[in-house]
């Protein structure tokens, strides 16, 4: 057994688990906080970094704890300022994560998993089959690796981070624990002290753990739909087999319900053209999004290499678009961004690493219908 392996990583803690900790080695627990401050809000990967605790704990610390992110073996920036990074998990296997500026704003993408177990017909991380959840420490490391790359460590003032999304590889929902304790490092005001409206989960529909999220945490949540009935649902997101699309509007208006404040979830549809992309969808669609509290995200599809589907023409994209704004649904169409990266999720990964090979024998469950 390695030195490395040994030692207790307390990146991915959260308060209260660092807490614990530091009572388990026999010291107070207001050490947690100084720590936590350390290493989320000045960077620090050395405990002899940490000057406001003695010498004699820093020794302690050096002997039996670390502090570990993720090893980035390729990082990619695009002409737009899209930064990409593949990163190497724990279990040998490799991850990404994206930061998207625009403005003052920088949202940051985060993996949640090494692939994904839920195979969604035209998710590129899907067609990579599962291989292992990633730690908290690996999570949250991916903030830290992308505050990083603007230079000087700042958390606060001009925020290099303004918004986190768990919309990479992964469903999170499927590794609850590590994400919840991630976000809570996240939205904590002693690590980086993100709004819990800046801070998005992205489900495909579990819809147990949306329940059992709501007792947690109060982040903000999407629902990955992308189809407007259970029929096309069932085909593009096969976990609508179980948790059917009534099903999971009542979760996500029960998760509403559980905030003290007015939020919205926000529902991601990718267009396929021939394959969802009519007006029929648009005014079915339109039907779920009347049933809670929502606005409308729609993600023109990237094709990915043996996807056998293709982004929509602007001019039907357009349209699908005018039929929801005219029933009342605040709607945005995300603008693409990073192509020459290949910025989408799950694609850059899947040429450095597809351990499985399940996307070269990949063939589409729905075909595209004329226009």
């Known amino acids: 057994m390695t030195e490395s392996t040994q030692k207790t990583n307390l990146l991915g803690m959260s308060p209260t688990k ?11 627990k207001f050490r947690a906080t100084q720590v936590l401050k350390w290493i989320h809000q000045h960077g620090a990967s050395d405990f002899d970094e940490m000057t406001n605790i003695s010498k004699a704990l820093r020794t302690k610390l050096q002997q039996v704890a670390e ?36 403005g003052d704003r920088k949202t940051l993408c985060v993996s949640s998993q090494v692939g994904c177990s839920l195979d969604c017909s035209f998710c590129s991380t899907g067609k990579q089959g599962f291989n292992s959840n ?3 420490a690996e999570i949250i490391g991916q903030l830290r690796i992308a505050i990083r ?25 499927m590794n609850f624990d590590n994400v919840v304790d991630a976000m809570t490092l996240m939205m904590e005001d002693n690590a980086y002290c993100l709004s819990k409206r800046r ?50 509007v009542a979760a996500c208006n029960r998760y509403l319900e559980s905030l003290n ?21 648009a005014k079915e669609l339109l039907k779920i999004l009347r049933q809670m509290p929502s606005k409308l995200n729609i993600i023109p599809f990237n094709p990915f290499p043996n996807s056998g589907y293709k982004r929509p023409a602007e001019e039907r994209i ?21 192509d020459e990266i290949d ?23 729905v075909q595209q219908e004329p226009n």
């Open 18 to 28: 660092l807490e614990a900790y530091f009572e388990e080695i026999g010291e107070k």
């Open 67 to 102: 502090i570990r992110e993720p090893e980035v073996i390729l990082e990619k920036v695009s002409k737009d300022g899209t930064k990409k990074w593949v990163i190497r998990t724990e279990s040998g296997s490799s991850v990404e994560a994206v930061l998207i500026p625009d």
């Open 134 to 136: 990633l730690t908290a």
């Open 149 to 173: 790359s603007y230079g000087e460590y700042n958390t606060t003032s001009q925020r290099v981070v303004s918004n986190v999304v768990m919309m990479g590889m992964g469903e999170p929902l």
């Open 199 to 248: 801070v998005t989960l992205s489900t495909a529909g579990v819809v147990p753990a949306i329940d059992k999220l709501k007792e947690v945490t109060d982040v903000s949540l999407a629902v990955s739909l992308h189809a407007p009935n259970d029929d096309l649902r069932d085909i593009l997101v096969p976990i609508n087999k179980r948790y059917p699309i009534k099903e999971l």
């Open 261 to 281: 404040d007015k939020r919205v979830i926000t529902v991601e549809y990718t267009m396929i053209d021939g394959v969802n992309d009519k007006p029929g969808h």
């Open 318 to 338: 357009l349209a699908f678009k005018e039929i929801i704004v005219h029933g009342g649904i605040v709607t945005t169409v995300r603008r693409t961004r990073g």
């Open 343 to 365: 910025a989408a999720c799950g694609q850059l990964v899947g040429q450095v690493a597809d351990k499985t090979r399940r996307s070269q024998k990949y063939i589409p469950v």
